[in-house]
């Protein structure tokens, strides 16, 4: 059995990363490829549990297990996540099952925190005998033939407690026609019940649930993969990279021309080094940004412009097609939407307490005809791409905004 976790360090170069951990050493590592993979249905910030199959092993992933004592540089509570993938046998599945009933049960977050400490090199370092005492004294899990129909409801305590003591008592379902990937459990914080379904998953809850209890349903198309195999996942990131330097390069270009061109700033206002730029689709309107949080949109004739003051230093800004609203992405990690029109700070309102824990370093909006649905990307120097969805109030200057994390 393989086992990684993932904490960070106490000083600012000291970021979360994963370590392979076994007897004799322990060992920075990429993200492993199943966590990569089957961490698409879970809030991983949050306390979340992971049991899934791929291809002859067992996953299980959890993630969100707050540290009693160790904070990050900004003062915040660090977060540890385990992942543990083993051969898919008899003996394996038994201890998968003994250790996720102890997740559910709350009972493994202070195993995993006790045996986590500050130092080393890395900021932090893992005591592989406390986790394998703790995987070791597991409860001895049942091999009964359990029902393998499919329920899905609210993350609830009583619903946690009915998963643990189906996984004491029967073995994990298998497919008749299984999958090459396959989600088993899934007990998340904010995340769609639609995505759990698509996934196909044996027993799943989450903060989103639309049903209190634990009951049946169907999967909307149980004959297609929710996952993209490995292949797939590696092609559509090389065309995503390819897209992306596209872009920038784009940007780039459009940027040194409006410096060559429209470099001048408007009269009575003196120069200022411009150090971001974007275009709308249609080429009538740009916006340009400096370092010190002045944001300026223009026409392309330089008939108008508006003038934005954004309190903290801007590292990212976008342009709506029809230049109407820009959204702006600073340092301390805050994304603003600004209405031109009407030279107004949107002030978003959360439907989830997802924000970027960095510099904001990427940007893409679009909106509607009537101005009242808004789309904004954004890409973080934490690695988090975050897609906001705003129903915008326009005469009263506020925005509803339903967030969802692409890549936690």
Do not use: C
């Not at 459990?185 to 995340?191: D, F, M, Q």
Request: proline fraction near 3%; glycine fraction near 8%.
């Amino acid at each position: 059995m393989k086992l990684y976790v993932q904490s960070a360090g106490l000083s600012q170069d000291q970021d979360y990363f994963w370590q392979e951990i076994t007897k004799h050493e322990q060992k920075p590592i990429d993200e492993p490829d199943l966590v990569k993979k089957y961490k698409l249905l879970l809030e991983t910030q949050a306390y979340s549990i992971f049991i899934g199959r791929e291809s002859g092993n067992l996953i299980l992933l959890v993630t969100g297990m707050k540290a009693s004592k160790r904070k990050d540089y900004r003062g915040r509570t660090i977060r540890n996540s385990i992942a543990l993938i083993a051969q898919d046998n008899e003996q394996n599945e038994q201890q998968i099952r003994g250790i996720a009933v102890l997740a559910l049960e709350g009972k493994l977050q202070n195993d995993i925190d006790s045996a986590i400490k500050e130092g080393g090199e890395y900021g932090f370092e893992v005591s592989y005998e406390q986790i394998e005492h703790a995987i070791k004294a597991s409860l001895q899990t049942k091999n009964s033939t359990g029902t393998k129909h499919l329920m899905i409801g609210k993350n609830s305590d009583d619903n946690r407690k009915i998963i643990a003591d189906e996984l004491k008592e029967y073995r994990l379902p298998q497919k008749s026609n299984a999958s090459d990937s396959e989600a088993l459990v899934v007990v998340t914080g904010i995340k769609k019940q639609d995505d759990i379904k698509k996934a196909g998953v044996w027993r799943g809850l989450s903060n989103l649930g639309d049903n209190e209890d634990l009951s049946p349903y169907e999967p909307p198309n149980s004959d297609q993969n929710f996952f993209p195999s490995f292949n797939e996942t590696t092609k559509s990131n090389q065309q995503l990279g390819i897209r992306l330097i596209i872009s920038l390069g784009v940007i780039g270009l459009i940027a040194l021309w409006f410096l060559g061109f429209f470099g001048h700033p408007p009269i009575g206002q003196k120069p200022t080094t411009v150090v971001l730029a974007d275009i709308s689709r249609g080429g009538e309107y740009f916006v340009t940004a400096d370092p010190h949080g002045k944001v300026l949109v223009q026409d392309t004739q330089d008939k108008t412009n508006n003038t934005i003051k954004n309190k903290a230093a801007v590292k990212s800004v976008a342009l709506s097609s029809d230049g109407s609203y820009v959204v702006t992405g600073d340092e301390t990690g805050k994304v603003q939407l600004w209405d031109v029109t009407n030279k107004k700070n949107i002030e978003l309102r959360r439907n989830a307490n997802l924000k970027h824990e960095k510099a904001v370093l990427s940007l893409a909006i679009n909106s509607n005809s009537s101005r009242d649905k808004v789309k904004i990307v954004s890409g973080g120097a934490d690695g988090q791409v975050l897609l906001w969805n705003v129903n915008v109030n326009v005469n009263q200057g506020k925005g509803e905004a339903n967030i969802e994390r692409y890549i936690p």
